[in-house]
């Protein structure tokens, strides 16, 4: 069975500061990687995802995560944060099966909250 | 496309009372699912569906039931409500590149 850890639950930071958000997986199979934002009392949205090829990855507004196997690990990044990018973030993986489909299950991590100060 | 929509927003139910959170996706979509938040805790998966007629228990299935008649529409149903249920409720269906668009919600309030 997969699993999530989010390391931080919670990061504050200035904006136009550059963030990362830390997120480390177990599995036992290959795994698709994603990020999910939501912004107060909404729904969750995709902002990236991996599932092969470039283990970089990036969002329309600026994040990118990268996917490192050996250390089991799709941290996200940004450059330069927005009051906008206040939201809670969800890292979440799916096992891949054999036949390439995955499991069709996402397990989240617990989230981290971002907020950006002025 | 109005996406995946859920109904009601916000309930407030006394102890023992039922309900049913209704769910529903225009985006043809195969796989259904719904999802538990709790504060601090993420999302866990409470049953999930592969298509019309076939329905499984995720992570947290006790205290919940569904059913999947047509593609559209994938219902819970909370029989006997207890304080534990008191959650927000996420209804999602999976798309192509596993992509999984989420509704907006029911806020579930116990007492």
């Known amino acids: 069975a997969q699993s999530v850890t989010q390391l931080d639950s919670q990061v504050p930071v200035f904006e136009e500061a550059p963030v990362e958000l830390r997120c480390n997986y177990s599995s036992s199979v290959s795994v698709y990687l994603f990020w999910y934002v939501q912004y107060p009392n909404q729904g969750l949205q995709l902002l990236l995802k991996?599932?092969?090829?470039?283990?970089l990855v990036e969002s329309i507004n600026g994040f990118e995560a990268e996917f490192n196997k050996s250390q089991t690990s799709f941290h996200l990044r940004k450059p330069s944060v927005h009051i906008s990018d206040t939201a809670e973030y969800f890292c979440a993986v799916s096992e891949v099966g054999g036949s390439g489909g995955s499991n069709y299950k996402l397990t989240f991590g617990k989230g981290t909250l971002l907020t950006v100060n002025p | 496309n109005a996406g995946v929509t859920q109904t009601p927003k916000f309930r407030i139910l006394k102890i023992g009372q039922s309900m049913t959170l209704q769910c529903t996706q225009d985006m043809n979509h195969n796989y259904m699912y719904w999802y538990r938040q709790d504060p601090g805790m993420g999302l866990k998966l409470i049953y999930y569906?592969?298509?019309?007629?076939?329905?499984d228990k995720g992570e947290v299935p006790n205290g919940y039931n569904v059913s999947r008649s047509t593609t559209e529409d994938f219902p819970l149903r909370l029989e006997l409500a207890a304080p534990s249920q008191t959650s927000v409720y996420f209804c999602?269906?999976?798309?192509?590149?596993?992509?999984?668009?989420f509704g907006p919600g029911t806020r579930l309030l116990v007492l």
């Open positions: 991996y599932l092969s090829g470039s283990t």
């Open positions: 999602a269906s999976r798309g192509s590149q596993e992509t999984q668009y």
């Open positions: 569906s592969v298509g019309a007629g076939i329905t």
